[in-house]
């Protein structure tokens, strides 16, 4: 998103003191709102009682890139929509979770599904691409590890009893995401993903193979209702993780599925 001249100079013009961002004077509306969708997109936060809009991290260091570039990346943009609270217990009861385990969840957010993760018992890693997102996972202390990275760029380092993730949907990103997901699954392992429903009726090379994918490893896609993320149509995945396709020759299930012209058009099974 292209950042207006009015708002950069409003950013310009605020007072940074430590993780607080404190504007200058009382700004019009409709620029206050502009300008609060720009520090929102870099991690700040509006606090009524500090009057001023908090980050995780340093406000100079969070707002410095958007600065210099003149243009941020919005949630939106990115395909980042957090889980709501009551669909990560179904995710959670899907999963099977059991005390102990050690789970991985990429594109990780803000924690909501890791903190749940935790409660229940079970070891839990996350990945996540923005540092003002990690750093809020950081500071709870419910993750083992929290890594800052890009996940489809991130090598295979270990293996996991579960994966739990809700990855960005643009550009069947989430399907990229859940294939490579699936090499840090152990054998007899479980992956649940969040994804697009886009990928149960798109018929492009890449969904119909990872529909195949699924088919083969005897998983379910399964209909979301509408409103869990404001009318985006979804879906649940689950692929179990099975020792005779996780054996396969380079991980071939896992990033590298071979097309099934018989694959259901819908992609519901």
């Known amino acids: 998103m292209k950042i207006d001249d009015d708002v ?20 019009e509306d409709r620029l206050y709102q502009r300008v609060n969708l720009a520090l929102s997109a870099v991690g700040g936060k509006w606090d009524r009682w500090k009057r001023a809009h908090v980050f995780p991290i340093n406000a100079a260091e969070a707002v410095a890139g ?3 570039e003149g243009e941020v990346t919005t949630d939106a943009e990115r395909g980042y929509f957090p889980t709501p609270s009551a669909l990560v217990d179904e995710i959670l009861d899907l999963a099977d979770l059991q005390t102990g385990q ?11 599904m890791a ?21 809020i996972i950081r500071n709870q202390d419910y993750a083992r590890r929290v890594t800052v990275a890009d ?24 399907i990229r995401h859940v294939q490579r997901a699936l090499r840090w699954v152990r054998p007899n392992g479980l992956l649940v993903a969040v994804m697009f429903a886009g990928l149960a009726f798109r018929n492009n ?17 399964t209909p979301l209702p509408d409103h869990w993320f404001k009318g985006i149509r979804t879906v649940l995945t689950v692929i179990p993780v099975r020792p005779q396709l996780y054996e396969l020759a380079g991980h071939r299930t896992a990033e590298a599925p071979v097309s099934d012209q018989r694959a259901s058009q819908d992609g519901l099974f």
């Open 115 to 135: 903190e749940r993760i935790a409660d229940r018992g079970a070891v839990v890693d996350c990945v996540e691409l923005d540092p003002g997102r990690a750093e």
């Open 8 to 27: 950069l100079d409003a950013i310009r013009n605020a007072r940074c003191d430590g993780p607080a961002l404190y504007l200058s004077g009382q700004l």
């Open 102 to 112: 050690e789970v991985l969840e990429p594109s990780a957010g803000t924690g909501a």
């Open 205 to 221: 090379v890449l969904a119909a193979d990872f529909r195949s994918q699924v088919r083969e490893a005897r998983g379910t896609i």
């Open 66 to 68: 958007l600065l210099a």
């Open 151 to 174: 996940f489809l760029a991130l090598p295979v380092s270990a293996r996991y009893d579960r994966v739990v993730m809700n990855p960005p949907f643009a550009k069947q990103l989430d």
